[in-house]
């Protein structure tokens, strides 16, 4: 890892990570010599990271986490984790809804911090499975009219698909199933619980998989958000392969490692930095 005295608390804790998932556990006295700081800054780290539920803290190191494949938290659980993260790949990810489009917005506490940045694109048709999702535009158009017209000019289309809710706010099954069947989007943004070479993108909810299979067949255009957390994690059920995704958005705490097998595998990645700049790579 070289001498990495000056980086972010991010960046560190996400070579870390990724030194535990590769190595299946490290010690820290060996982190204190491959980063090249103190041994409080480490394990000050590696409280963080098992706080985040990243690693599982034992005597001196860490082991990643054996989660089932099963767990899925709730949208309040994963709202308050890497919140940074989320904004800057927000930001990023609504460069790419032009004005006038079809988009599809699946689920989850990235695409929610996404639909905060859309609500001022003019004349977007949306089609969401997150009443999260959908209540974001439909707050927004109330602020509006509240003080105006009846109806903002260019403000956004709203869909909301039917369905059985899950505890991450989606609506799944078959009633949604059904109707992203019968439409076409321009782009389908998308997060994910996890995202590996061999399992692709996956859910720890076989219903919610279902649902996304559908969203990612009706859309011309893939846009995975996932921030550098999500690397490496595999869920229950896998819904699409990489091959099926056309770009990946992510943070600036994902490992170059990591950076340089999903260029090789996917058209684009764009990691989003702390300072709102993007990388196109």
Known sequence: MGDNQNLLAEQRRAL????????????VNELTRKLNVSDMTVRRDLDALARQG???KVHGGAVPVAE???????FEAKSTLEL?????????????????????????????????????????????NSVRVADVFHSAQRSM??????????????????????PSDTLVGPVADAAIRSLHFDVL?????????????????????ETNRHFVRSARRVVVLADHTK???????????????????????????????????????????????????
């Open 16 to 27: 870390i990570l990724d030194e535990v998932r590769r190595r299946g556990g490290v010690r």
């Open 54 to 56: 990243a690693v599982e």
């Open 68 to 74: 089932a494949t099963t767990h899925e938290p709730g």
């Open 84 to 128: 940074s993260a989320k904004e800057d790949i927000a930001r990023a990810a609504a460069r790419m809804a032009a004005p006038g489009s079809a988009i599809a917005l699946a689920g989850g506490t990235t695409v929610f911090a996404l639909a905060q940045q859309l609500v001022e694109v003019p004349d977007l048709t949306v089609v969401t």
């Open 145 to 166: 009219t509240a003080v105006g017209p009846a109806a903002r000019p260019g403000a956004a289309t709203v869909v909301l698909t039917g369905g059985v809710r899950t």
């Open 189 to 209: 943004f998308i997060g994910v619980h996890g995202i590996s070479p061999e399992a692709g993108l996956s859910t720890p909810n076989l219903a919610e998989s």
């Open 231 to 281: 690397w490496g994690t595999v869920g229950l059920s896998s819904f699409a392969t990489l091959e099926e995704v056309d770009a990946l958005v992510t943070d600036a705490g994902l490992p170059a490692t990591a950076r340089a097998e999903i260029s090789e595998r996917l058209p684009e990645l764009v990691v989003a930095g702390p300072s709102g700049d993007v990388t196109d790579i």
